[in-house]
Protein backbone atom coordinates (compact mmCIF):
# COMPACT_ATOMS: atom_id res chain seq x y z
CA UNK A 1 0.00 0.00 0.00
CA UNK A 2 1.29 3.51 -1.31
CA UNK A 3 1.88 6.30 1.79
CA UNK A 4 -0.60 7.59 0.09
CA UNK A 5 -3.44 5.32 0.14
CA UNK A 6 -2.35 4.27 3.93
CA UNK A 7 -2.97 7.97 4.89
CA UNK A 8 -6.41 8.38 2.95
CA UNK A 9 -7.27 5.13 4.21
CA UNK A 10 -6.56 6.36 8.39
CA UNK A 11 -8.90 9.52 7.75
CA UNK A 12 -11.73 7.28 6.50
CA UNK A 13 -11.58 5.05 8.88
CA UNK A 14 -10.66 7.81 11.63
CA UNK A 15 -14.18 9.48 10.41
CA UNK A 16 -16.35 5.74 10.43
CA UNK A 17 -15.39 5.87 14.58
CA UNK A 18 -16.32 8.95 15.26
CA UNK A 19 -19.73 8.77 13.15
CA UNK A 20 -19.95 5.09 15.33
CA UNK A 21 -19.18 7.45 18.41
CA UNK A 22 -21.89 10.40 17.45
CA UNK A 23 -24.54 7.08 17.05
CA UNK A 24 -23.31 5.48 20.16
CA UNK A 25 -23.86 8.51 22.12
CA UNK A 26 -27.07 9.61 20.79
CA UNK A 27 -28.41 6.21 21.40
CA UNK A 28 -26.77 6.35 25.28
CA UNK A 29 -28.63 9.60 25.61
CA UNK A 30 -31.85 8.86 24.03
CA UNK A 31 -31.74 5.68 26.48
CA UNK A 32 -31.32 7.54 29.55
CA UNK A 33 -33.90 10.74 28.78
CA UNK A 34 -35.91 7.73 27.82
CA UNK A 35 -35.51 6.13 31.20
CA UNK A 36 -35.63 9.00 33.21
CA UNK A 37 -39.16 10.13 31.46
CA UNK A 38 -40.41 6.88 32.27
CA UNK A 39 -40.12 7.45 36.24
CA UNK A 40 -41.63 10.45 35.84
CA UNK A 41 -44.60 9.62 33.59
CA UNK A 42 -44.96 6.64 36.17
CA UNK A 43 -44.65 9.03 39.04
CA UNK A 44 -47.14 11.39 37.69
CA UNK A 45 -49.55 8.66 36.64
CA UNK A 46 -49.26 7.16 40.44
CA UNK A 47 -50.42 10.65 41.73
CA UNK A 48 -53.20 10.77 39.69
CA UNK A 49 -54.53 7.15 41.30
CA UNK A 50 -53.24 8.41 44.67
CA UNK A 51 -54.91 11.89 44.10
CA UNK A 52 -58.55 9.92 43.16
CA UNK A 53 -58.00 7.25 45.87
CA UNK A 54 -57.83 10.11 48.58
CA UNK A 55 -61.04 11.81 46.75
CA UNK A 56 -62.44 8.58 46.98
CA UNK A 57 -61.89 7.95 50.46
CA UNK A 58 -62.98 11.62 51.44
CA UNK A 59 -66.27 11.38 49.34
CA UNK A 60 -67.00 7.62 51.57
CA UNK A 61 -65.83 9.77 54.74
CA UNK A 62 -68.52 12.78 54.16
CA UNK A 63 -71.28 9.53 53.58
CA UNK A 64 -70.35 8.09 56.76
CA UNK A 65 -70.51 11.38 58.62
CA UNK A 66 -73.70 12.60 57.35
CA UNK A 67 -75.09 9.05 58.12
CA UNK A 68 -73.29 9.23 61.34
CA UNK A 69 -75.13 12.90 61.66
CA UNK A 70 -78.93 11.17 60.81
CA UNK A 71 -78.55 8.66 63.55
CA UNK A 72 -77.44 10.76 65.76
CA UNK A 73 -80.54 13.11 65.14
CA UNK A 74 -82.50 10.34 65.12
CA UNK A 75 -81.56 8.71 68.45
CA UNK A 76 -81.49 12.16 69.78
CA UNK A 77 -84.88 12.81 68.50
CA UNK A 78 -85.74 9.48 69.99
CA UNK A 79 -85.17 9.71 73.38
CA UNK A 80 -86.15 12.95 73.95
CA UNK A 81 -89.81 12.46 72.71
CA UNK A 82 -89.51 9.32 75.73
CA UNK A 83 -87.78 11.89 77.99
CA UNK A 84 -90.58 14.19 77.38
CA UNK A 85 -93.35 11.62 77.35
CA UNK A 86 -92.20 10.44 81.03
CA UNK A 87 -91.89 14.19 82.12
CA UNK A 88 -95.55 14.86 81.47
CA UNK A 89 -96.56 12.01 82.83
CA UNK A 90 -94.76 12.70 86.45
CA UNK A 91 -96.45 16.63 85.77
CA UNK A 92 -99.77 14.85 85.15
CA UNK A 93 -99.58 12.34 88.67
CA UNK A 94 -98.09 15.43 90.49
CA UNK A 95 -101.10 17.41 89.27
CA UNK A 96 -103.62 14.55 90.35
CA UNK A 97 -101.35 14.28 93.79
CA UNK A 98 -104.04 16.67 95.15
CA UNK A 99 -106.96 15.04 94.93
CA UNK A 100 -105.21 12.07 96.81
CA UNK A 101 -105.76 13.52 100.46
CA UNK A 102 -103.15 10.93 102.00
CA UNK A 103 -100.61 11.62 99.88
CA UNK A 104 -101.08 15.45 99.36
CA UNK A 105 -101.60 16.75 103.15
CA UNK A 106 -98.33 15.45 104.25
CA UNK A 107 -96.32 16.72 101.03
CA UNK A 108 -97.89 19.99 101.40
CA UNK A 109 -97.09 20.27 105.54
CA UNK A 110 -93.89 19.59 104.72
CA UNK A 111 -93.42 22.10 101.92
CA UNK A 112 -94.92 24.25 104.39
CA UNK A 113 -93.04 23.90 107.07
CA UNK A 114 -89.48 23.62 104.61
CA UNK A 115 -90.77 27.53 103.38
CA UNK A 116 -91.95 28.20 106.99
CA UNK A 117 -88.03 27.09 108.00
CA UNK A 118 -86.38 28.69 105.13
CA UNK A 119 -87.75 32.41 106.14
CA UNK A 120 -86.41 32.18 109.85
CA UNK A 121 -89.40 34.53 110.58
CA UNK A 122 -91.27 34.35 113.79
CA UNK A 123 -94.75 34.92 112.16
CA UNK A 124 -95.10 34.23 108.31
CA UNK A 125 -98.06 34.02 106.04
CA UNK A 126 -99.07 31.34 103.94
CA UNK A 127 -100.56 31.73 100.66
CA UNK A 128 -102.63 28.29 99.22
CA UNK A 129 -104.79 27.27 96.66
CA UNK A 130 -108.73 28.33 96.51
CA UNK A 131 -109.35 24.56 97.25
CA UNK A 132 -106.37 24.16 99.64
CA UNK A 133 -107.92 27.54 101.80
CA UNK A 134 -110.89 25.92 101.77
CA UNK A 135 -110.60 22.11 102.29
CA UNK A 136 -107.45 21.74 103.97
CA UNK A 137 -106.50 25.11 105.97
CA UNK A 138 -107.47 24.11 109.06
CA UNK A 139 -106.40 20.56 109.45
CA UNK A 140 -102.78 22.38 108.23
CA UNK A 141 -103.17 24.21 110.98
CA UNK A 142 -103.01 21.61 113.57
CA UNK A 143 -100.49 19.37 111.58
CA UNK A 144 -97.97 22.69 111.50
CA UNK A 145 -98.88 24.05 114.60
CA UNK A 146 -97.08 20.74 116.46
CA UNK A 147 -94.00 20.96 114.49
CA UNK A 148 -92.93 24.64 114.28
CA UNK A 149 -93.66 25.11 117.66
CA UNK A 150 -93.33 29.42 118.13
CA UNK A 151 -93.60 29.87 115.00
CA UNK A 152 -97.03 31.56 114.55
CA UNK A 153 -98.38 31.18 111.10
CA UNK A 154 -100.75 32.97 109.21
CA UNK A 155 -103.24 32.21 106.26
CA UNK A 156 -103.73 34.42 103.89
CA UNK A 157 -107.14 34.98 102.48
CA UNK A 158 -106.53 35.51 98.94
CA UNK A 159 -105.90 32.16 96.82
CA UNK A 160 -102.70 31.87 94.83
CA UNK A 161 -103.10 30.00 91.22
CA UNK A 162 -101.76 27.24 91.60
CA UNK A 163 -101.88 23.30 91.06
CA UNK A 164 -101.13 23.06 95.00
CA UNK A 165 -98.40 23.64 97.42
CA UNK A 166 -97.93 27.10 99.04
CA UNK A 167 -95.98 30.48 99.09
CA UNK A 168 -94.84 31.48 102.66
CA UNK A 169 -93.74 34.84 103.18
CA UNK A 170 -92.97 37.42 105.41
CA UNK A 171 -95.84 39.24 106.70
CA UNK A 172 -95.47 42.38 104.72
CA UNK A 173 -94.55 39.97 102.17
CA UNK A 174 -91.29 41.48 100.96
CA UNK A 175 -89.68 37.74 101.38
CA UNK A 176 -91.47 35.35 99.37
CA UNK A 177 -90.44 31.25 99.65
CA UNK A 178 -92.39 29.52 96.66
CA UNK A 179 -92.96 26.22 97.42
CA UNK A 180 -95.51 25.34 94.55
CA UNK A 181 -96.39 21.92 93.01
CA UNK A 182 -95.54 23.65 89.46
CA UNK A 183 -92.61 26.30 90.61
CA UNK A 184 -91.12 22.97 92.38
CA UNK A 185 -91.59 20.76 89.02
CA UNK A 186 -89.56 23.41 87.20
CA UNK A 187 -86.59 23.89 89.75
CA UNK A 188 -86.42 20.23 89.37
CA UNK A 189 -86.80 19.94 85.94
CA UNK A 190 -83.13 19.84 85.35
CA UNK A 191 -82.31 17.17 88.19
CA UNK A 192 -85.17 14.92 86.95
CA UNK A 193 -84.00 14.64 83.30
CA UNK A 194 -80.62 13.49 84.56
CA UNK A 195 -82.59 11.34 86.64
CA UNK A 196 -84.54 10.03 83.75
CA UNK A 197 -81.71 10.22 81.42
CA UNK A 198 -79.86 7.76 83.30
CA UNK A 199 -82.93 5.50 84.55
CA UNK A 200 -84.55 5.18 81.03
CA UNK A 201 -80.89 4.71 79.02
CA UNK A 202 -78.11 3.48 81.31
CA UNK A 203 -77.14 -0.31 80.27
CA UNK B 1 1.90 9.54 -9.26
CA UNK B 2 1.89 13.43 -9.00
CA UNK B 3 2.02 15.49 -6.51
CA UNK B 4 -1.47 17.31 -7.34
CA UNK B 5 -3.23 13.63 -8.03
CA UNK B 6 -1.80 12.90 -4.65
CA UNK B 7 -3.68 16.29 -3.14
CA UNK B 8 -6.77 15.01 -4.96
CA UNK B 9 -6.76 11.77 -3.60
CA UNK B 10 -6.54 13.18 -0.01
CA UNK B 11 -9.08 15.68 -0.68
CA UNK B 12 -11.74 13.33 -1.77
CA UNK B 13 -10.98 11.26 1.28
CA UNK B 14 -11.53 14.36 3.67
CA UNK B 15 -14.59 14.86 1.53
CA UNK B 16 -15.72 10.75 2.13
CA UNK B 17 -14.75 11.55 5.96
CA UNK B 18 -17.00 14.60 5.85
CA UNK B 19 -19.88 12.75 4.38
CA UNK B 20 -19.56 9.50 6.89
CA UNK B 21 -19.88 12.16 9.89
CA UNK B 22 -22.72 14.28 8.54
CA UNK B 23 -24.85 11.02 7.92
CA UNK B 24 -23.44 9.93 11.34
CA UNK B 25 -25.24 13.13 12.78
CA UNK B 26 -28.16 12.70 10.64
CA UNK B 27 -28.35 9.30 12.23
CA UNK B 28 -28.31 10.59 15.81
CA UNK B 29 -30.61 13.10 15.06
CA UNK B 30 -32.88 10.77 13.95
CA UNK B 31 -32.92 8.56 16.71
CA UNK B 32 -33.33 11.69 19.18
CA UNK B 33 -36.50 11.89 17.25
CA UNK B 34 -37.65 8.97 17.31
CA UNK B 35 -37.04 8.00 20.62
CA UNK B 36 -38.76 12.00 22.12
CA UNK B 37 -41.97 10.88 19.70
CA UNK B 38 -41.88 7.14 21.90
CA UNK B 39 -41.68 8.83 25.11
CA UNK B 40 -44.85 11.54 23.99
CA UNK B 41 -46.60 8.32 23.17
CA UNK B 42 -45.74 6.48 26.13
CA UNK B 43 -46.56 9.55 27.89
CA UNK B 44 -49.71 10.44 26.72
CA UNK B 45 -50.72 6.17 27.10
CA UNK B 46 -49.61 6.16 30.86
CA UNK B 47 -51.69 9.01 31.54
CA UNK B 48 -55.02 7.81 29.52
CA UNK B 49 -55.03 4.97 31.85
CA UNK B 50 -53.76 6.66 35.00
CA UNK B 51 -56.91 9.21 34.30
CA UNK B 52 -59.40 6.05 33.42
CA UNK B 53 -58.27 4.63 36.58
CA UNK B 54 -58.80 7.39 38.60
CA UNK B 55 -62.10 8.40 36.71
CA UNK B 56 -63.31 4.83 38.07
CA UNK B 57 -62.13 4.87 41.17
CA UNK B 58 -64.27 7.96 41.43
CA UNK B 59 -67.42 6.88 39.99
CA UNK B 60 -66.93 3.50 42.64
CA UNK B 61 -66.34 5.93 45.55
CA UNK B 62 -69.84 7.27 45.62
CA UNK B 63 -71.38 3.92 45.06
CA UNK B 64 -69.23 2.17 48.00
CA UNK B 65 -69.66 5.49 50.67
CA UNK B 66 -73.56 5.13 49.88
CA UNK B 67 -73.65 0.87 50.69
CA UNK B 68 -71.32 1.45 54.04
CA UNK B 69 -73.52 4.37 55.05
CA UNK B 70 -76.79 2.61 54.34
CA UNK B 71 -74.80 -0.37 56.34
CA UNK B 72 -74.48 2.05 59.32
CA UNK B 73 -77.41 3.47 59.05
CA UNK B 74 -79.16 0.63 59.61
CA UNK B 75 -77.14 -1.47 62.00
CA UNK B 76 -77.51 2.10 63.88
CA UNK B 77 -81.47 2.26 63.71
CA UNK B 78 -81.95 -1.40 64.81
CA UNK B 79 -79.48 -0.66 67.93
CA UNK B 80 -81.65 2.35 68.68
CA UNK B 81 -84.96 0.33 68.19
CA UNK B 82 -83.55 -1.79 70.87
CA UNK B 83 -82.82 1.36 72.97
CA UNK B 84 -86.13 2.72 72.52
CA UNK B 85 -87.54 -0.92 73.48
CA UNK B 86 -85.66 -1.13 76.81
CA UNK B 87 -86.65 2.44 77.60
CA UNK B 88 -90.69 2.21 76.86
CA UNK B 89 -90.05 -0.62 79.59
CA UNK B 90 -88.52 1.42 82.35
CA UNK B 91 -90.66 4.30 81.57
CA UNK B 92 -93.29 3.34 84.51
CA UNK B 93 -90.83 2.44 86.74
CA UNK B 94 -88.43 5.55 85.97
CA UNK B 95 -91.88 7.80 86.19
CA UNK B 96 -92.52 6.11 90.13
CA UNK B 97 -88.74 7.69 90.88
CA UNK B 98 -88.80 10.74 89.91
CA UNK B 99 -92.73 11.30 91.43
CA UNK B 100 -90.73 10.21 94.65
CA UNK B 101 -88.17 12.93 93.68
CA UNK B 102 -90.77 15.51 93.31
CA UNK B 103 -92.44 14.36 96.48
CA UNK B 104 -89.24 14.74 98.68
CA UNK B 105 -88.76 17.78 100.92
CA UNK B 106 -85.81 18.43 102.43
Redesign the interface.
Known sequence: MSETSKFTEDILNSAREKAESIVREAETETQRASDEAKVSITREAEAIVRNARSDADAVKRRQISEARHRVKLREQDEKDKIMQDVLSQVRKRTSELVADETKYLPLLTRLIENGVRELGDKTVMVHLNKSDLQENASSLDRRIGKSLGQVKVEWSREPIETTGGAVISSLDGKIRIVNTLDQRFEALEQKLLIEARASLFSE | ?SGIE?VK??V???K???K??D???A???A??K???A??QE??TQ??T???R???D??A???E???L???K??SE??QA?QA??AR??R??D???E???T???Q??
Open positions: MTIIDAEQAAIIEAKQAAIRRISLVQRMLEAKEAAIAHAGEGKEAEFESMLVVASRKATVKLLLVMVD
